[in-house]
């Protein structure tokens, strides 16, 4: 699907929800294979999405995927970047990756991380999905559940 189409779609959801927003961007994050459309809303508009942020980011990206699962056929992973809020969760997510596998070749053993959502899990799985010799697991039920990154044996 065009980023174009995507940016159109996103921008009528907008509209008729009455969100104002001064522009939308598609970014395609190939480190974890996802499309982040990226909103930025003016500053009135984003009280609503820092005091509910999580579910109201979480159900606009709900709405857009159905919409665009059931006009287009269109199944990739996207997520919704209010004024770069997600941007910097997900670039996180990145170095803490980074850091985990740093950490798993130096001293030969396994890391566990603490407790992550299970979105911030998916970030790191994606990320570290094609990283020679390392591989990533979740462990667990419900709040104990955590992600270990280990070496790949042969």
Do not use: C, W
Not at 54 to 75: P, S
């Amino acid at each position: 699907m065009s980023p174009d189409i995507l940016k159109k779609e996103t921008e009528t959801i907008l509209g008729m929800i009455n969100i104002s927003f001064k522009e939308v961007v598609i970014v395609i994050d190939n480190d974890i294979r996802l499309t982040i459309i990226s909103i930025r809303v003016p500053g009135n508009e984003e009280e609503l999405f820092t005091e509910n942020y999580n579910i109201l980011t979480r159900d606009l990206g709900t709405i857009i995927k159905q919409l665009l699962e059931k006009k287009y056929h269109f199944y990739k992973d996207i997520t919704i970047d209010v004024n770069g809020n997600n941007r910097k969760f997900i670039e996180q997510a990145k170095q803490k990756a980074q850091i985990a596998v740093e950490r798993v070749q130096f001293f030969d053993k396994p890391y566990e991380f603490g407790y992550l959502n299970s979105y911030e899990r998916m970030l790191i799985h994606s990320y570290l999905k094609n990283v020679p010799n390392i591989i990533t697991q979740s462990e667990g039920e419900g709040k104990d559940r955590r992600l270990i990154i280990k070496k790949q044996t042969i």
